[in-house]
């Protein structure tokens, strides 16, 4: 065996033939995957940031990017005494408020709000200023600290909010 040029390993097959490897393993795989033998492994889309503005002071704020980032978002965090002006400037109506104001693919995301929802939102891409999950939920991530109570994921525009998932 020898190497030619940029690691293009090269064999000679009983002194005959010029074979090269690189070529039949990618063959030889191809043949597998296309038989069902190989698995497909499909690499997640890479996830856009995901800004946070919230009160330093507020543990679960923390715990809520932590699930972000376990979830696979980058997550930059801004502490802010007040919240309330982002919100409003977000346009995120007051009945819908929490803790901290979350922005991620040109949407407002309001309190503790399930990545997986988020994901959805980015996927689905609907009309839409953002998602909410009002007030303070245990059981939504980064409120786990009691027993979970069911509670709705909302998305909102300016003409009104309905429920985008039921938790």
Not at 54 to 66: D, I, L, M, P
């Amino acid at each position: 065996m020898s190497r030619v040029g940029r690691g293009v390993k090269l064999s000679f097959n009983h002194g005959r033939h010029l074979v090269n490897t690189r070529r039949s393993f990618v063959a030889g795989a191809g043949a597998l995957l296309a038989l069902g033998l190989l698995p497909v492994v499909r690499a997640e889309p890479v996830l856009p940031l995901v800004t946070i503005y919230q009160n330093s002071a507020c543990g679960c704020c923390g715990e809520w990017v932590k699930h972000m980032q376990a979830n696979g978002f980058r997550v930059e965090v801004r502490d802010t005494g007040d919240v309330a002006p982002v919100r409003r400037k977000a346009g995120v109506p007051e009945s819908l408020a929490s803790c901290h104001t979350a922005f991620v693919g040109g949407y407002a995301i309001e309190g503790h709000v399930p990545a997986a929802d988020i994901k959805r939102l980015l996927r689905e891409k609907p009309k839409a200023k953002g998602l909410a999950v009002p007030g303070m939920v245990v059981g939504s991530p980064g409120m786990e600290q009691g027993p979970a109570q069911p509670y709705s994921t909302i998305v909102f525009d300016e003409r009104g909010s309905t429920v985008f998932a039921r938790h």
